[in-house]
């Protein structure tokens, strides 16, 4: 597995040896789509980097994957929930006995609008 140390003459090789490169004009419009104001420096660093990701894609695109079924997920499905099962409701005076205040069985509040 290749890998940029983060350093721009290292990922600068890296990039050279593959090929895939992005221009100046492509790290702008990137930049632009992400809002972001980048310094000519900054927007040569990115350069570098973005390259070598697509460096890292484009050797992915090499490995054969016709054995291996398309999956969204490497983890099983399984439901976070719990079942939902019927079961008897609480008293209402059980639940009223934790209220501020109750009148004829119902939550009594204050009024919202007038």
Excluded: W
Excluded at 23 to 38: D, G, M, T, W
Excluded at 86 to 107: R, T, V, Y
Aim: hydrophobic share 40%; proline share 7%; net charge negative.
């Amino acid at each position: 597995m290749i890998t940029c140390p983060g350093r721009i003459t290292d990922c600068r090789l890296l990039v050279l040896e593959s090929g895939m490169r992005l221009n100046q004009e492509e790290v702008q419009h990137i930049a632009e789509l992400a809002r972001l104001a980048l310094s000519d420096r900054e927007k040569a660093l990115y350069q570098e980097q973005l390259s070598a990701i697509l460096q890292h894609f484009e050797r992915l695109q090499e490995l054969d994957t016709e054995a291996i079924p398309p999956t969204a997920s490497v983890l099983p499905l399984r439901s976070v929930m719990r079942a939902d099962e019927p079961s008897p409701s609480s008293l209402q005076e059980d639940i009223l006995a934790n209220a501020p205040a109750a009148d004829e069985g119902c939550f009594k509040v204050p009024a919202v609008m007038e």
